[in-house]
Structure formats: C-alpha cells, structure tokens
C-alpha cells in the first residue's frame, strides 16, 4: 500500500508539472510531436522516481522516419506509460474514450490520439478511419489488438481484433510486435489496486512486412502477429517458472 501511495505521488505530481507546457505544445499541430515527446520525458521520470527499471530487447529498432503500427499485449493499465517509454517513434495511440474523463490526462489524450467510444455503435468505424488518417499523414499507430484487458489469466492472450490489420494493410505499413512481458506483475488488473517492484521488461520484435497484402491476408496476418506475442510470453512466463 505504501509504495502503491508513492507510485500515485509520483504519477499525478510529475504530470502536473509537466501538463503546463504540454498544453501549450497541443494548441499547434506542428507542435504536437514535442507535446507527444513530453509524454515520453514523463514516463522516464516516473519510472525513474518509483524505482522501476525499463529493459527492452531490441530485436528490431523502430526508424523515427518510419510508419508502423505497433500491436502489443494488453494485461495491465500500465501498459500504456510503458509504450510511451518503449517506443521511441512519434505515434497515436488507439485507445477506450473513457480516459477522456480524467482531469488533465484525458484532455491530452483526445488532442493526441485516437479515440474509440464502445457505447456508440459507429465508433470503431470512425476510429479506424481516423487511425487510417493518421496513417496515411506520416504517424504511426500504437495499438492493443485484444481490445482492452481481457485475459482472464495472464499471460495467455484472448483473440486479436481485425482493426490493427486492416489499417496496416490499407496503407501498405508494417505491423511491429511488441511483447510486454510483465507488466501484468507490476500493476495487476486487480482490486484494489495495488503496484508491485520488478523490473519492466519488453521485447521488440522485427517488423511484418504488409506490401503487396490485401484484405484476403488479414487473417493470416493477425495470426502470424499472435503467433510472435504469444510464443515470448509464453518462454518468458516458462522461464518465470524455472526460475521459482
């Protein structure tokens, strides 16, 4: 409980130093890449501040000039502060409506990413055409294909979505995967909340190629993305085992 208290001090007060200077980054579009690389400063911080060490295997290095979409594992609510210091490139991220709500974060949030309202039944239409916008203006997309925490026990995925897919296709963008290894550790998506110390650890894996694929390769390109994700987890979480 009290490091969970330490954990909250240093989120909340870390981010309202910083939001003054974000607010002015998101008033320009030409700006908000500074405003997104705020975020990034903020994650180092926090991490820093609370003790948490961040190791990423870089089996491939994201070019900053480059489009990608990058599908992670989604087990915990940290998941997207980790992303923010994993992945280095400039990208919207995909995400529920609901974060809009909160003081703050959530006005940073709808000026800088991509919404996805599930009590409105053409939500997910729209933010599939915003992300393929987005795409098409040279940003890239970071996404959780599962569409939300949904794993009943981590680390055993449920089945991806297809909207990570066909944006990736539509534009002809590699997909990258990124294994997050055990945040679930960290930060369970449990109540009551509570955060635990271990070392952030992440994997990202080189890119899916998607030129030449059309809407008949989706499946096979949401399987093959699975495939890489559920295979590090499960090494990972076999290696946790032996280890014990």
């Not at 930060?187 to 030129?211: M, N």
Request: glycine share 4%; proline share 7%.
């Amino acid at each position: 409980m009290l490091y969970t208290i330490w954990c909250a001090i240093w989120f909340v007060g870390l981010y309202l130093i910083l939001f003054p200077f974000q607010f002015v980054c998101l008033q320009r579009d030409s700006w908000k890449p500074i405003a997104h690389k705020i975020n990034y400063i903020w994650g180092k911080l926090f991490f820093f501040g609370v003790g948490i060490p961040v190791q990423v295997d870089h089996r491939f290095r994201p070019d900053p000039k480059t489009v990608y979409v990058f599908c992670a594992n989604h087990f915990s609510y940290l998941d997207i502060a980790a992303l923010g210091v994993i992945v280095k490139n400039y990208y919207a991220f995909v995400g529920k409506s609901e974060v809009k709500h909160i003081p703050l974060l959530g006005y940073m949030f709808a000026k800088l990413h991509v919404q996805v309202d599930r009590s409105q039944p053409n939500s997910r239409a729209y933010s599939l055409a915003k992300s393929i916008r987005t795409l098409a203006s040279g940003r890239s997309i970071a996404i959780f294909p599962e569409g939300g925490i949904k794993a009943p026990e981590p680390p055993q995925m449920v089945e991806f979505r297809d909207g990570a897919f066909t944006m990736a296709i539509q534009q002809q963008v590699p997909i990258v995967p990124v294994t997050l290894l055990n945040n679930y550790l960290i930060l369970p998506d449990k109540s009551p909340i509570r955060f635990r110390r271990h070392t952030l650890r992440a994997v990202i894996h080189p890119p899916i190629e998607t030129k030449g694929m059309t809407p008949d390769d989706m499946e096979r390109l949401k399987e093959e993305t699975y495939k890489i994700i559920d295979t590090e987890l499960m090494r990972s979480s076999k290696s946790e085992s032996v280890k014990e």
